[in-house]
């Protein structure tokens, strides 16, 4: 998977007319961590990483540790969006799911965050197997956006 994720960073790097060091800095991760990814001294970055490159980038993680078939050479504003399948019980499980963390865990998001955390769980969940929510994921991601708004 290292090389994916090697491949597809360079290739959002050049998208967006980014050096390593540019996103290391933006992106508030340390040192040349990003740089030991494309080398392939890092063979397995964290989830918190990878996060952090995608927010930068204007990409999701999955972007970032899927093969893509291939990408457009255009800026991220004019970059062709990603299609996913539509499955409605999965997006109703996703929905269902976490409005019970956030009620469980008092937290209130903004309609900007609650749909961004339901998009990117939905990602996940659809490039894993399709049809289940990955509620360990899910839960993850969720705690990790609130842990950014007590910051």
């Not at 030991?36 to 952090?52: D, K, Q, V, Y």
Request: charged share 25%.
């Amino acid at each position: 998977m290292s090389t994916i994720i090697q491949k597809q960073i360079k290739n959002q790097l050049k998208i967006n007319d980014l050096t390593a060091s540019d996103l290391e800095k933006k992106a508030g991760v340390s040192g040349s961590s990003i740089r030991n990814i494309i080398s392939g001294r890092a063979t397995n970055p964290t989830i918190e990483t990878l996060i952090a490159i995608a927010n930068v980038l204007g990409c999701s993680v999955n972007d970032l540790i899927l093969e893509q078939n291939s990408y457009s050479n255009k800026k991220p504003d004019s970059q062709e969006t990603k299609h996913f399948d539509w499955v409605a019980p999965l997006l109703l499980d996703i929905i269902n799911f976490s409005e019970s963390c956030f009620k469980s865990k008092t937290y209130n998001p903004s309609f900007e965050d609650g749909i961004y955390l339901i998009k990117e769980i939905y990602k996940y969940s659809i490039g894993k197997n399709h049809t289940e929510l990955d509620k360990k994921f899910a839960e993850w991601l969720i705690d990790k956006k609130i842990e950014e708004t007590e910051i």
